[in-house]
């Protein structure tokens, strides 16, 4: 089984207390993000149960902290020049990527558990737009160098890439599926085609290292063999890309008539030499000519 080495998120997760304590729980190391109003405690709150009764008939019983919480934001406000270490992440087209990192050991409380839990806050600023800050929480051990936690912060920014590429020139997101057998049949061939092209990038390494993925898919367009489709093979292809994409157009204007009762209507050419209604077509969709 493929082992990995730690968890990477986004906000989107890391706003969600149950899913950091999963992993935790699961021994799970993580680099998660979160966002500017994440509550933290500079100290063990120590949650315990209110004197004060609860509840409809005064017999809840309600956890509350010791001490208050404070703001990702706040807190890093109070953040002084000693706090920050400039760090190079990694070599990037435009020279070293170089960034300001702050880490603290903070404790999170999600007002249910009996006690809370001790994990790092990573902060990275950008160096020429300090204003441009980023918050991760990190369950790494807490002897984990400064370095090492503002590099696996950093590391999500091969995943993005990853989605790009697969997005842009494998067709990760080029599917209409109707049940999760069929997806899951497209996202492994994607993932068979990534692997492919990963392959071939790293095989010409470090004699072209700026081989890229669209650089291996135009290679492979003009090396594979293919077999000629043939003239009504490639009508019917255009044909029906054309038909798309003027459906689209015409339900627009459809959706247009509601607030424009007098547009004129105008026949557009069709690729067949049919001919079919559409207002004002003829400013976004040229009539065809017959190949």
């Not at 051990?141 to 091969?158: D, F, K």
């Not at 068979?192 to 367009?221: C, N």
């Amino acid at each position: 089984m493929l082992r990995f080495g730690w968890v990477g998120a986004d906000g989107g997760y890391g706003k969600e207390p149950a899913f950091l304590r999963a992993l935790d729980d699961a021994n799970e190391t993580f680099v998660v993000d979160v966002h500017r109003t994440q509550s933290v405690w500079l100290e063990d709150p120590k949650p315990s149960v209110s004197a004060e009764p609860t509840g409809r008939n005064g017999r809840g019983k309600k956890l509350k902290t010791s001490v208050a919480s404070v703001t990702v934001e706040h807190l890093v406000r109070t953040f002084g020049p000693q706090d920050w270490r400039r760090h190079v992440l990694r070599d990037s087209t435009r020279g070293p990527l170089q960034v300001d990192v702050a880490c603290r050991r903070v404790w999170l409380w999600d007002g249910e558990e009996s006690g809370a839990r001790h994990w790092h806050l990573i902060v990275r600023r950008e160096v020429k737009s300090p204003e441009t800050i980023k918050y991760s929480l990190s369950n790494a051990p807490a002897e984990t160098p400064h370095l090492r936690l503002a590099q696996m912060q950093g590391q999500r920014y091969w995943v993005e890439r990853s989605f790009e590429d697969g997005k842009g020139e494998c067709g990760l997101a080029d599917y209409q599926a109707l049940g999760w057998v069929s997806w899951h049949h497209h996202i492994a061939m994607v993932m068979l085609a990534m692997l492919m092209i990963a392959q071939a990038r790293a095989t010409h390494q470090p004699l072209l290292e700026l081989l890229s993925a669209r650089d291996v898919v135009e290679i492979l367009k003009e090396t594979l063999p293919r077999k000629p489709e043939g003239r009504d093979a490639l009508l019917r292809r255009i044909n029906a890309r054309h038909q798309r994409r003027r459906s689209a157009i015409q339900s627009r204007y459809r959706g247009q008539q509601k607030s424009g009762p007098n547009q004129r209507k105008l026949l557009c050419r069709n690729n067949l030499g049919r001919f079919a209604e559409a207002p004002d077509a003829n400013r976004l969709y040229p009539g065809f000519v017959r190949i």
